[in-house]
C-alpha cells in the first residue's frame, strides 16, 4: 500500500502543469458542406467523454449493447487494458475539435492511470471490491485457460502504451517535459521483467486475468510462447506493439540508448518466423519472411505500428521493410476501394473488419508515407472517406429503428432476479460469489443511445455493421484513425506548406476547403507559406488541371502527384479545379467461402456514394446512405466556427 501511496504523490505535480489550457484562435467561415474530420473528431469526444464512468475514475464502460431491451452499457476487464487509447483519445480529439468541455475527465483519467505507475516502473492493474471484474479480461469469453484470481497484476502492454501516450504528451508545452522521470523508470521496469534470450526478449503468458500480464510476486514461469495464436486474443505478437512503441518514442525523443536496445530485442522476438506467415503461401515463398498473416490483422498491425517506430528511430531497414510487405500482404485481402479488408482470415465463419484494424490502417498508411517509405495517400483518402466515417454512429434514427425491433423481441433480452439482462449476467460466471454481490455498477441504462453517438461500430460487413454491441477498444482507435488523418491532411516544414489529403481542415499556416465530391474543387486560403505543395488524387489526370492564385491563372508544375505553387503571400487564395471522376466497378468480398459477393460499387472520386447489394438483416446498422452525392453538382455550404489551436500532437 505504501508503493501506491507514493506513486500517487510523485503523480500530483505532473496533473497540475495540464490546468491551464492551450491558445485558440476562433473565427466564423463558410465553408463546403462535406466531410469534415473536426467535426467528427468533436462527435468521438463527446461519445468517449458520454461513456466514460466518472464513479470507475473515467475509464470507459468496454461495451454498448445499443442492441438490446433496454440498451445498457457493461464494464469488464478490457477497461483499464485500454485505458491509455482513451487517454490519447481526449488529448488528441479535444485539440482536433478545439473542444475544452471535458478536460476535468482527461485529467482525471490521467491521474488515475499514473497512479497505477508504481515504484518498479509498471503500470499495475489493482484488485479492488469496486471493480472486480478487471480481473477477468479474458476468463469472461469462456476462455478457461485464463484464470480471474483477486490479484494485481502488472500490464506490460498497457505499460508501453500509456509511454507512448506520455511521451507524446511530454513534447506539448503545457506539459513540456514534466514526464521524463517517469518514462525512464517504465523503461528500465519493461526491462527487469523481461524474459532475455540469445538476440530477443519476451513477456511470458501466465494465464491470469490478461494475456502476456505478471501477477504480484512474479512471473509463475518464463516459457516462451510457441505459435501465434497461443493467447487469449489469437495473437502474440499484439501484446509487444505497444511496448515498441512507448520504447522507442522515449529512447527518440530522450537518447535512452538502453531502452531502444530493449525495444529491439522486443523486435526480434516478434519477426520470428514461428509468428508469421499464411497457409496459403505458394512452397515456394517464404511469407514468414514477409509479413504474410493469416490471422487477427488488428492484433497484427499493433506490432507493427510498434515495429514501423521502432525501425525508423533505429535506421533498422529490416523491420521497416517487413511492416511494408506485412501491409501490402493485409491491404490485398477484402475491398481495399473502400476500406473494407475482414480482420480474421483464417475463420469459417462470416469474415467481418474490425474497426480497430480501420484506425491501424490509416495509421500505417500515413506514417509510412510521410516518412518516404512508399506513398499510401490514396489508401487513405479511400479509407477515412468511406468505412472509417461509416463505422462512426452519427445515426440516431437508425439507432432508435434498430431498438424498435428489439422492444418487439423482449423474450431474447430475458434477465433473472438480479436484473441483469443475459449477456450482462453471463459476465458475473467468471467471479466469486463474493465478488457477484459487488457488481451493482456493472452496466449502465441511462440514456445509452444518446450517449453512443459518436463512438464506433465494432464487426463490419461492406454495407453494414452486424454485431449487438460496440466494444470500446474499438471506439478507441477509430477515434485515433480520425484524429491522424486530421492531422495529416496538412503539414508544414519551414515556409513550405503541404495539402495531403483533400478534407476540410483549418490549421494555423493555411485553410483547406474542399467541395469533393460534388465537384473537382479545392480552394487553400494561405495564412504563412510561400510555397504550398497540394497533393493530387490519384484518379484526376494531372494535365486536367487547373490553377487560379486570387482568381489569376497559372501555370502548373508538379513534384510527382504535388502541385507547386510559389511566391505566396499570406492572405493569398489557391484554387484547383479539375473534372470530378464517376466510376461503378465490381469487387469480390469473401472468395473462395460461402459467403462470397460481388458488390457493384458507384464511387465519386475516392467516395462511395452507393454500393449493393445491400445488407437485408433489418437488425444491422446500416451504413452508405449516400443518395445526396450521387449526382454532384453545385456543392452546398454552411457557417461554421472554427476553434483553432497553436500547437498540435505530433503522434
Not at 376 to 388: A, F
Not at 508 to 530: A, F, I, Q, T
Not at 615 to 638: A, I, S, V
Amino acid at each position: 500500500m505504501e508503493i501506491n501511496k507514493r506513486a500517487q504523490r510523485n503523480t500530483n505535480h505532473l496533473v497540475k502543469t495540464i490546468g491551464s489550457g492551450h491558445k485558440a484562435t476562433i473565427y466564423d467561415t463558410v465553408i463546403p458542406d462535406t466531410l469534415a474530420l473536426a467535426e467528427r473528431c468533436y462527435l468521438a469526444l463527446q461519445g468517449v467523454a458520454n461513456t466514460s464512468d466518472p464513479e470507475d475514475d473515467n475509464l470507459l464502460w468496454f461495451e454498448i449493447y445499443w442492441n438490446a431491451n433496454p440498451p445498457y452499457m457493461k464494464h469488464s476487464g478490457v477497461d483499464i487494458e485500454i485505458a491509455f487509447k482513451t487517454l490519447d483519445n481526449f488529448c488528441q480529439l479535444r485539440y482536433a475539435s478545439g473542444c475544452e468541455d471535458y478536460r476535468k475527465k482527461e485529467e482525471g483519467l490521467l491521474t488515475f492511470l499514473l497512479s497505477c505507475v508504481e515504484e518498479d516502473g509498471l503500470f499495475w492493474a489493482r484488485y479492488s471490491d469496486k471493480r472486480p471484474w478487471h480481473m477477468s479480461a479474458y476468463a469472461s469469453h469462456g476462455n478457461d485457460r485464463y484464470n480471474a484470481k483477486q490479484v494485481d497484476m502488472a500490464l506490460p502492454s498497457a505499460t508501453g502504451g500509456l509511454m507512448s501516450v506520455l511521451a507524446v504528451r511530454n513534447q506539448l508545452s503545457e506539459e513540456n517535459g514534466c514526464y521524463n522521470d517517469i518514462l525512464r523508470k517504465m523503461a528500465r521496469g519493461m526491462e527487469s521483467v523481461a524474459i532475455k534470450q540469445n538476440d530477443y526478449a519476451y513477456f511470458p503468458d501466465c494465464r491470469v486475468g490478461h494475456p502476456f500480464c505478471m501477477p504480484r510476486g512474479g512471473w509463475l514461469h518464463t516459457t516462451e510462447p510457441a505459435d501465434e495464436h497461443d493467447s487469449g486474443e489469437g495473437s502474440v505478437v499484439g501484446y509487444f506493439g505497444s511496448v515498441l512503441q512507448g520504447l522507442s518514442k522515449w529512447a527518440d525523443q530522450s537518447g535512452d540508448e538502453q531502452a531502444l536496445e530493449l525495444a529491439g530485442r522486443f523486435a526480434r522476438f516478434g519477426m520470428k518466423p514461428k509468428f508469421w506467415g499464411h497457409p496459403g503461401d505458394p512452397h515456394e515463398m517464404a511469407g514468414y519472411e514477409q509479413g504474410h498473416v493469416d490471422s487477427h490483422f488488428h492484433c497484427r498491425c499493433i506490432f507493427l505500428r510498434g515495429l514501423l517506430r521502432y525501425g525508423l528511430v533505429a535506421g533498422d531497414r529490416n523491420a521497416v521493410d517487413f511492416v511494408r510487405s506485412s501491409y501490402e500482404h493485409m491491404r490485398s485481402w477484402g475491398i481495399n476501394r473502400i476500406g473494407w479488408i475482414p480482420t480474421w482470415v483464417n475463420r469459417t465463419s462470416r469474415l467481418e473488419m474490425e474497426t480497430c484494424f480501420l484506425g491501424d490502417l490509416v495509421a500505417l498508411g500515413i506514417k509510412m508515407s510521410v516518412t518516404g517509405i512508399a506513398d499510401y495517400w490514396e489508401d487513405v483518402d479511400r479509407i477515412v472517406r468511406n468505412h472509417l466515417v461509416e463505422a462512426q454512429i452519427t445515426n440516431m434514427a437508425e439507432l432508435k429503428r434498430i431498438q424498435g425491433l428489439v422492444y418487439n423481441d423482449i423474450g431474447s433480452n430475458e434477465k433473472d432476479d438480479s436484473g441483469l439482462p443475459a449477456t450482462a449476467r453471463a459476465t458475473q460466471t467468471f467471479l466469486s460469489e463474493e465478488d457477484r454481490n459487488r457488481t451493482d455498477n456493472l452496466i449502465c441504462t441511462d440514456n445509452v443511445l444518446k450517449r453512443s453517438i459518436g463512438i464506433f461500430t465494432s464487426y463490419l460487413l461492406p454495407t453494414s455493421a452486424t454485431n449487438d454491441r460496440t466494444m470500446q477498444c474499438c471506439t478507441a482507435n477509430g477515434a485515433r484513425g480520425l484524429f491522424y488523418a486530421w492531422e495529416a491532411i496538412t503539414r508544414i516544414c519551414g515556409e513550405d506548406g503541404q495539402v495531403n489529403l483533400l478534407l476540410n481542415r483549418a490549421a494555423p499556416w493555411l485553410d483547406v476547403k474542399s467541395h469533393l465530391p460534388y465537384e473537382g474543387k479545392v480552394v487553400v486560403h494561405n495564412k504563412k507559406c510561400r510555397r504550398i505543395f497540394i497533393r493530387i488524387p490519384a484518379w484526376v489526370r494531372l494535365n486536367c488541371v487547373h490553377l487560379q492564385v486570387n482568381g489569376i491563372d497559372r501555370h502548373t508544375s508538379f513534384a510527382g502527384q504535388y502541385c507547386l505553387t510559389n511566391n505566396l503571400k499570406p492572405g493569398d487564395t489557391v484554387e484547383l479545379d479539375f473534372p470530378m471522376a464517376e466510376e461503378t466497378f465490381n469487387r469480390t468480398a469473401h472468395a473462395k467461402t460461402k459467403f462470397e459477393t460481388q458488390y457493384t460499387i458507384q464511387v465519386r472520386g475516392n467516395t462511395v456514394v452507393d454500393i449493393s447489394p445491400r445488407d437485408t438483416k433489418p437488425q444491422h446498422y446500416q451504413f452508405y446512405r449516400r443518395n445526396h452525392l450521387k449526382k454532384g453538382g453545385h456543392t452546398p455550404m454552411k457557417k461554421v466556427t472554427h476553434n483553432l489551436v497553436s500547437e498540435i500532437p505530433r503522434w
